[in-house]
């Protein structure tokens, strides 16, 4: 099955739908991304851009609110507190301290700018 995300005028993801992978192929069987682009703009009108489930291309999954951007060729997370940095190599957003990784459960603290320890 693809994976098709509509972008609304700023290019944000408004929705993501599954089509089958029959509605993309061409005269020879080769899937192409405009017939199910085509496809979905003529179910539903709009812009849309195919999305990978297991990020062989784009980057990441889109997922509602992403936001698709077209010079990387990637949808992008929103960002999910100020002082996260984008790695511009996988398109996610990093914190500027690593997150532990001894096993327990942690928090971001955007105040303190530090992982804080779930209880």
């Known amino acids: 099955m693809a994976h098709f995300a509509e972008l609304d005028q700023n290019n944000t993801v408004k929705r993501v739908i599954v089509v089958h992978n029959n509605e993309l192929l061409d005269a020879d069987g080769n899937e ?22 297991n990020g062989n291309f784009r980057k990441n999954f889109a997922g509602t609110g992403f936001t698709f951007d077209a010079d990387r060729d990637a949808f992008i997370a929103p960002k999910p507190f100020d002082s996260w940095t984008l ?15 001894d096993g327990s459960a942690y928090n ?12």
């Open 32 to 53: 192409v991304e405009q017939n199910g682009i085509n496809f979905c703009q003529a179910l539903f009108g709009g812009t849309w851009v195919q999305t990978s489930y």
């Open 108 to 119: 971001w603290n955007e105040e303190i700018g530090s992982w804080v320890a779930v209880e």
């Open 87 to 101: 790695d511009e190599e996988t398109c996610r957003w990093e914190p500027p301290v690593p997150h532990p990784e």
